[in-house]
């Protein structure tokens, strides 16, 4: 008996394919009512992430001091190589996954969710033994010693057991928001951030495990979350709901590779930030030393607060893009980013008032007592406020490019923004204005990739508009 939910039947290649209302919706419904009721959720998603981990953080600071506050941001580029491949197939797999659904392929699309989980749980696996093994290497070569080393590995241990649902956790929650169960996946990641939130004063204050404790309270609520998310999709197959459904995975290299190809630039972004960290790192210790890696670590949560919206708003629209464009509706694709876009901008804004105004009520809260570290948190902040201003158009473009599976030109902006700029700016104002210019060459990153994402957007309408204008031709002219 087919459920009541099921109000579409789409045909594929001469195959019957039936389409939820939630699906239908997004191809239907007004854009400004259809962005605020996925846009929300999401933006609620990710500012419960960042809540936990300001809050996590906060208790770190209180309870351990600066240099175990700083020891998080240190491991920063270890994590950010796993959950790189991780962002990887999860964007580039749910962006294939949205695309499916939109053009009424539903069965396929249940295969690729099959598939992406698969490679989440194998990368896993394998980030697992690598760090296992290699950890006094990489605690080496991130410069770490003192008791500044000792954190950084505890927390690490801590970590280690984890590492495949933190994959898992990202791969799910965007899987629900392609299912039209965007308030859902939002429920669940405030559930998780509340149990952190309780496992970290449980593991900090109560038990006394040190940061490990931190590390042990982010893995064990991101995976019962998986656990929650698993239990929805399995939920559906004993109902025999329709929608996106985890089926046997289509091991097909050619899937493979498409998924890794459309979610490089996101890995990419992944891998650049640790990678540009790690050298910001060095700067920072080199120059003013490890409070200066906590000063930066302060400031960093308001802007991860900021760009966190910012990416939630457009994790939120990916799933309207995609089947949209999938199903051939190319003027709602246009109106859906542009709305997006000023939404963005709009927030950008918000978080740059937060930064002049609030930052030192915020530090305050993590370092009360160390007035030095709350000296070079404010210097920090007066100049990278800026940053906030300029991101919001950078990563929207390459969210967009991703969502339409324009793989190469999301990448080409990633690669700009999230390392060629910064590096660049590393390498050379340091040099010119010493510690001030470390803050300064992450402001020229995001102020310079504003113009490459607007080349690379301008570049690929044209393109695209002179296609669609032969194409035109092409079917009038006479056979």
Request: hydrophobic share 55%.
């Amino acid at each position: 008996m087919q459920e009541k939910t099921m109000v579409n039947v789409m045909k594929n290649n001469g195959e019957e394919k039936q389409m939820s209302s939630e699906e239908q919706g997004f191809l239907t419904a007004p854009l400004g009512k259809l962005i605020a009721r996925n846009a929300t959720p999401a933006v609620a998603s990710m500012l419960f992430m960042a809540f936990y981990q300001i809050v996590d953080g906060m208790m770190v600071g209180r309870r351990l001091g600066p240099e175990a506050l700083a020891s998080v941001n240190v491991l920063y580029p270890i994590l950010a190589l796993l959950v790189g491949f991780g962002v990887m197939i999860g964007v580039g797999g749910n962006a294939r996954i949205a695309v499916l659904l939109g053009g009424g392929q539903n069965r396929e699309a249940g295969r690729v969710l099959g598939l992406v989980m698969l490679l989440a749980v194998g990368i896993g696996l394998v980030g697992t033994v690598a760090v296992l093994l290699l950890m006094p290497m990489i605690l080496t070569i991130l410069g770490t010693s003192g008791s500044l080393g000792l954190y950084a590995a505890d927390y690490l241990k801590g970590m280690l057991p984890f590492f495949v649902f933190l994959i898992l956790f990202f791969v799910l929650e965007q899987s629900l928001r392609n299912d039209g169960q965007a308030n859902l996946a939002s429920g669940v990641m405030a559930f998780c951030s509340v149990l952190n939130i309780a496992l970290d004063y449980l593991f900090l204050y109560v038990l006394n495990l040190g940061i490990m404790g931190a590390s042990l309270a982010s893995g064990t609520s991101q995976t019962l979350g998986v656990f929650i998310f698993v239990g929805y999709f399995v939920q559906k197959h004993f109902r025999n709901k329709g929608g996106l459904r985890i089926l046997k995975p289509g091991i097909q290299w050619s899937t493979i590779w498409a998924i890794a190809v459309n979610g490089s630039s996101e890995m990419l972004n992944s891998l650049a930030m640790g990678i540009t960290t790690f050298f910001l790192n060095r700067a920072l210790l080199a120059h003013i030393g490890s409070l200066g890696v906590a000063a930066f670590t302060l400031v960093q949560y308001l802007l991860m607060l900021g760009a966190m919206v910012i990416m939630g708003v457009g994790n939120g629209t990916q799933p309207i893009l995609s089947y949209n464009y999938g199903a051939g509706q190319h003027d709602r694709v246009k109106g859906v980013f542009w709305r997006v876009m000023g939404v963005s901008l709009v927030m950008g804004t918000f978080f740059f008032w937060m930064m002049t105004w609030g930052m030192e009520i915020l530090a305050l809260w993590f370092v009360d007592g160390h007035r030095e570290t709350l000296v070079l948190t404010m210097e920090a902040a007066q100049t990278m406020r800026w940053s906030m201003l300029l991101k919001p158009v950078a990563m929207m473009v390459s969210i967009y490019f991703t969502a339409l599976e324009q793989a190469r030109w999301s990448l080409v902006i990633a690669l700009c923004h999230s390392l060629m700029l910064p590096l660049l700016g590393l390498a050379l104002f340091p040099r010119w204005w010493g510690a001030s210019g470390i803050w300064n060459a992450l402001v020229f990153a995001d102020g310079v990739a504003v113009l490459v994402a607007a080349g690379c957007l301008a570049i690929w309408r044209k393109r695209t508009g002179s296609e669609r204008i032969t194409r035109l031709q092409q079917l009038r002219s006479p056979s």
